[in-house]
């Protein structure tokens, strides 16, 4: 590593008395006055964007709206698909952040109804189950946005932002 930036070692050694080990450096020609660190990959914020979040467990809808309102998010809560519906009223979402099983109607029974009143209404799916189980079960169609369970504040956040970037035909690789 040493040699390879240009610089030198030099070993010198006496009986009884040890080693002495040099490391010759190039010098500087302009001062190092910041280190290159890799950027970190920070969770991306939002816009005000509108989220319903529907999830029938509580401390799950409680956890996933606190972390979106923490990020710059309007979070819209229900607990049920029928919840759902009256929570979104007339409101303009921006995205439905709903659970697949649910007691009542499902998810994507849910997302089918809230489209009939915003056809461009983006969704993510929540699910516990693998998507293997899903897919036999023809619960979501290939291709729809899926985040499995358990999932971390930094999955939440950038499949939230990936699926809105989705949306506005924006890259999601280039969206902060």
Same mark, same amino acid.
């Given at each position: 590593? #040493?040699?390879?930036?240009?610089?030198?070692?030099?070993? @010198?050694?006496? !009986?009884?008395? +040890? /080693?002495?080990?040099?490391?010759?450096?190039?010098?500087?020609?302009?001062?190092?006055?910041?280190?290159? =660190?890799? &950027?970190?990959?920070?969770? &991306?914020?939002?816009?005000?964007? /509108? #989220?319903? /979040?529907?999830? !029938?467990?509580?401390?799950?809808? =409680?956890?996933?709206?606190?972390?979106?309102?923490?990020?710059? @998010? %309007?979070?819209?809560? $229900?607990?049920?698909?029928?919840? $759902?519906?009256?929570?979104?009223?007339?409101?303009?979402? !921006?995205?439905?952040?709903?659970?697949? #099983?649910?007691?009542?109607?499902?998810?994507?029974?849910?997302?089918?109804?809230?489209? /009939?009143?915003?056809?461009?209404?983006?969704?993510?799916?929540? *699910? +516990?189950?693998?998507?293997? %189980?899903?897919?036999?079960? =023809?619960?979501?169609?290939?291709?729809?946005?899926? #985040?499995?369970?358990?999932? +971390?504040? =930094?999955?939440?956040?950038?499949?939230?932002?990936?699926?809105?970037?989705?949306?506005?035909?924006? *890259?999601?690789?280039?969206?902060?």
């Amino acid at each position: 590593m #040493i040699t390879g930036s240009g610089g030198a070692v030099t070993l @010198y050694s006496e !009986d009884g008395l +040890g /080693v002495t080990v040099r490391a010759h450096l190039p010098a500087l020609t302009k001062p190092a006055s910041r280190i290159a =660190r890799p &950027p970190r990959d920070l969770p &991306p914020h939002g816009q005000g964007e /509108v #989220i319903l /979040v529907v999830e !029938d467990e509580e401390a799950m809808l =409680r956890v996933t709206a606190r972390v979106l309102r923490r990020h710059g @998010y %309007v979070v819209l809560e $229900a607990r049920s698909s029928v919840d $759902a519906l009256e929570a979104a009223g007339t409101t303009r979402l !921006d995205l439905l952040l709903t659970d697949v #099983i649910m007691p009542g109607y499902s998810g994507r029974q849910l997302a089918e109804r809230l489209h /009939v009143r915003q056809p461009d209404l983006s969704v993510l799916f929540m *699910s +516990g189950y693998s998507q293997g %189980v899903l897919g036999s079960e =023809r619960a979501l169609d290939e291709g729809v946005a899926l #985040i499995q369970k358990p999932f +971390g504040q =930094r999955a939440l956040l950038h499949k939230v932002r990936e699926v809105l970037a989705t949306r506005a035909g924006v *890259s999601p690789k280039r969206r902060g």
